[in-house]
């Protein structure tokens, strides 16, 4: 780009880039995108499962290894889950939503199958999902899908989707890889 550009400043779809140094590799280039998301709402960011996440013994509620973020305070954010799950027959799945104290205004329209059925079980909530069974004799085929609208209060915290066995037991509770968790912030 030497010679090409001596000096440019300017702003594009809230892509700042600042040229001014006038010599260098692309690497010298101060390029900000820090307007991309924030106030005025971004794209989708996408959190993918990549691996296969199991436990065994274990019903007590923690954060995926993966699917959890850093939620800003006093920012609104649109949130989707798509989560595929194996387990015991007898061990069964639980989950739940953590996120920071106090949000002002959260929706969650969530429904989930049951391992080896094929009706869902819908439901929403006005506040972060506390625990919520998947229980059945399937070990094979379960889902979990949430909409979530949550508008953030002053506390900065993480996000996250909890799971653990719904009883403890040997056979192994798996959220596959492919799960994901996408989010925006919304204006």
């Known amino acids: 780009m030497e010679g090409l550009v001596s000096s440019y400043s300017g702003t594009s779809l809230g892509i700042t880039i600042d040229l001014t140094n006038g010599s260098g590799t692309l690497n010298d280039w101060n390029i900000n995108l820090a307007g ?50 194996d387990t015991g027959a007898a061990e ?14 959260v929706r969650v329209r969530r429904h989930h199958v049951v391992p080896g059925a094929v009706a869902d079980t819908n439901g929403m909530d006005t506040a972060a999902t506390a625990s919520t069974s998947v229980t059945g004799t399937g070990t094979t ?7 979530i609208v949550w508008q953030n209060g002053v506390n ?19 959220v596959r890889a492919g799960s994901y968790m996408e989010y925006m912030t919304v204006p």
């Open 36 to 85: 991309e998301r924030g106030a005025v709402g971004g794209p989708w960011t996408m959190i993918k499962k990549s691996a296969d996440q199991s436990i065994t013994s274990n019903n007590t509620l923690a954060n995926d290894n993966t699917l959890a973020f850093a939620m800003a305070a006093s920012t609104n954010y649109t949130i989707r889950l798509k989560i595929f799950f």
């Open 141 to 147: 085929g379960g889902f979990l899908e949430m909409d």
């Open 92 to 105: 069964d799945f639980k989950y739940a939503l953590t996120g920071p104290a106090a949000p002002t205004y």
């Open 156 to 174: 900065a915290a993480t996000f996250a989707l909890q799971w653990a066995q719904n009883t403890s037991g040997a056979n192994t509770t798996t």
